[in-house]
């Protein structure tokens, strides 16, 4: 069994690749990403990979081997994909058309887990999205990511690749530093006041979002590799499921956790870019298809909280009036 | 007023032509296509050129002279697409994008009228499909418009362009000869009875299907090319009305109008591919959005077909026995 993740380096995929392995000890596993963490570039468990997904030759090396299982979590994040429009487009579509069309050429039709987004939709936020909901993408990173899904699906049926597209929520909360996603600052919110450091948030308090966690993530992108085509159906696509919640109930949760003090270091700092993205997605979703299919997301914000702070050995004082 | 028609070799696209001169006579046409009707190529009333859409540098040539308009009719259909899925992609995608790039590039905004499909839409048959229901095309053509569609809303939010996709239905009864489009019968089964020749329709009779006229569907082009942008919100896509009509029904209103000895030249005989593609595409829609921006289609079977007759000048003998 010959495995590839594309975007290995990034937190999700180094998890996802450290996880992997612990369930698929057998498993010939290549890591590929510009960049990686250095525990990774020198794990001699792995392959690892230094390259841009951009460049087309880096997608023919890396599909020679014909893995037979590919996890592809490369993208130019929300935010850099509406500033940067062509970077976005070069990589979260054109890259991903091509490693489809390598797939296509190769003929030996590996399982792809996609690592697509509930950006994909957008516009009226008080809608239920389903998996029969139009994408409405109000960014270019939501609608780069709808048009691999809907070249997912047709490389798919017809035999070429054997794809399934995880439509992720918003990742919360991601360890390390903020991004160029637009979403960042739902990780900060969090992260930032549990190391002593302010955060701010662009939006009004009572804003929804959909989340979900690395642990919850990771875990899913596990389960997508082991399902069978036949339970996922014609549409490949999966609306994983999240939680919805308020920027204030997170703030609240972090200060049930973590104390008042902590929860102080949050405050309100309106963006009109952010806002301008981020208050089109919508954040209510009914996702029977993935529980069905047994797709799993947190119980409630607070063990979200708990288990980063275990996750990251962050110490707590409750007591720190 | 300098307006560039793309695809105006084909049957819809010449009538769009001629009937858009007609409202607009001050403006100045260059049609674009791999052939062209005579009548056409020789009118001096247009500036003519032949060339193949699929080949970059085309485009580049076309849009020097920056068109404040451009009707993009140009596309592989569903059957040859399906069949050669390289060019499909080629002409249907990867041009679709290069005319998108090209225009962002020169940075006039022009404004587009895109030939998009009922065809994106797939699956379950039964449901009611509005702007509002996700694409899931059963065929590569289908993904392939649903692709286009997704850039031209993503272009024009960016101010690259000022599109509007209209989805077109079946359009029925078209003159000359069967395509490759894998709707061709629902012509067929028409026109060829009333040149005193066979038909015949590869699905059972009662099977439905969304049509719509080509005088409908040349006024709704025109109409789609004046509408203000304002008026068509954010998702500049729209399903033009239509007619859900059985092929019985069809042969039925053949027979009212042209008599029983024409009808008699239809036969059924099943074709699984045709059927593979044609029967998932759902034939009922709600076009509030259409109707409330003017957008029009026949009265009925009958009217569609008394039009064809008299456009094409057929002479129906009712006393044939």
Known sequence: MHVLIIGAG????????TEYRQ???SASITLFDLHFPEKLREDPGFTVITGNFGEPKWIDQLLESKPDLIFHLAAVVSGEAEKNFELGMDVNLRASLRLLEKCR????????????SCGIFGGDVRQIITEDTAPKPRSSYGTQKAIVDLLMNDYSRRGFVDARCLRLPTITVRPGKP?????????SIIREPLNGQEASYPVNPDAEFWILSPRQVVRNFIHAASLDAK???????????GLTVSVQHMIDCLQKVAGVKTARRIRHEPDAF????VLTWPPHFNTRKADQLGFTA???VEEIIQNYIREENIQIDLHES
């Open 10 to 17: 990034g937190f999700i995929g180094s998890r996802l690749a």
């Open 23 to 25: 369930e698929n000890p």
């Open 105 to 116: 050429e190769l003929g030996h039709q590996p399982r792809i887990v996609f690592a697509s």
């Open 179 to 187: 991004n160029a996603a637009t979403s960042s600052f739902l990780s």
């Open 231 to 241: 339970l996922i159906g014609a549409d490949r696509c999966i609306n994983l499921p």
């Open 274 to 277: 952010l806002q301008s993205i």
């Open 298 to 300: 947190d119980r409630d």
